[in-house]
């Protein structure tokens, strides 16, 4: 069974490390994007090109930066993408709408890998450490007997509060889902409405949110103590009314793409694991001119 020429664009160090682990798996990677400083020794490098459309040229498979590109920059993923002979696969984070379109017209299979479970169960447990370290860099007490507010119970909060649990945090969960209430109290948290934000931060040291709308808002921060550290891991917009926060003098982050700089190594693995489970379900033509299938079973005596 053929593997598939395979071209990434990386916009943070993630997309190296996958690039690393598909070339030494085998794969033919060309690579676009930043080099890490420091890093790994690569005994199998990926080939290194200036530019997605080069990267992309003669591939079956480009793999695209998780985090959104910047509208500046978004130009030259949609040229990457028509530079894919047909029939092939894209993958990356949140496409916007020139991706989608230049995706369709090559007649390629576009997973956002941020639709997928799998890859946003995985990927949340170096967001959550992540924030931890955020926190705790910041903090001027320790999370161990703190109260700690997480906004959301979808799957970044869940491993964030549990993870938080693990170190004697007092661990709420805000949620408008009953479900998630529910869920929470079950393994043992403290759970309230959103509605309930401002009783619960009046006492808090710690905010994490996960949710990627307006709910940190202006009473919210004006009831939360002036010491307490907001880490905000929600994607655009964001969750915390950031201008009001600065007014305040409170503590606030927004550290977007926390796997591409904490831990970036485990992100790029994560990444390749995904490649993986991808190639397994889409069939991609094989450039000899046989399906992947057909090839497989000509190869066990099939046909």
């Known amino acids: ?52 459309v080069s990267v992309a040229a003669g591939r079956q498979v480009l793999l695209g930066p998780v985090r959104a590109w910047q509208p500046e920059a978004a130009a030259a993923l949609e040229a990457a993408v028509r530079a894919l002979p047909p029939r092939g696969l894209v993958i990356m984070g949140k496409p916007d709408a020139r991706v989608r379109e230049a995706a369709a017209a090559g007649g390629h299979t576009l997973i956002d890998l941020l639709e997928r479970d799998d ?3 995985l990927n949340a447990v170096p967001t959550a450490e992540g924030a931890i370290c955020e926190a705790i860099q910041a903090a001027n007490v320790t999370l161990a007997g703190s109260k700690v507010i997480v906004i959301g119970y979808g799957r970044t909060g869940q491993v964030l509060a549990h993870r938080l649990q693990g170190l004697a945090a007092r661990v709420w969960v ?40 307006l709910v940190v808002t202006r009473e919210v921060l004006n009831a939360c103590p002036d ?36 831990s970036p190594r485990t992100a790029g693995r994560i990444l390749h ?27 066990e005596g099939g046909g």
């Open 119 to 121: 890859f946003a169960l």
């Open 174 to 213: 805000a949620a408008r889902s009953p479900h998630q209430r529910a869920a929470a109290l079950a393994v043992g948290l403290q759970a309230a409405p959103m509605e309930d934000l401002p009783l619960q931060a009046a006492d808090a040291s710690f905010i994490f949110n996960t949710v990627p709308a």
């Open 273 to 299: 694991d995904m490649v993986h489970t991808l190639l397994a379900e889409v069939p991609l033509p094989d450039p000899g001119g046989r399906h992947p299938t057909l090839a497989a079973a000509v190869k």
């Open 1 to 52: 069974m053929f593997k598939p020429r395979i071209g990434v664009l990386g916009r943070d160090a993630r997309e190296w490390y996958a690039a690393v682990d598909l070339a030494a798996g085998g794969f033919d990677v060309a690579y676009a994007g930043p080099l890490p400083v420091r890093g790994v020794r690569v005994p199998q490098p990926p080939r290194i090109f200036k530019d997605g």
């Open 227 to 262: 010491d307490l550290v907001i880490v905000d891991i929600a994607s655009e917009p964001g969750g915390v009314d950031r201008a009001y926060a600065e007014r305040r003098g409170l503590i606030w982050c927004w550290p977007l793409g926390i796997p591409g700089r904490v």
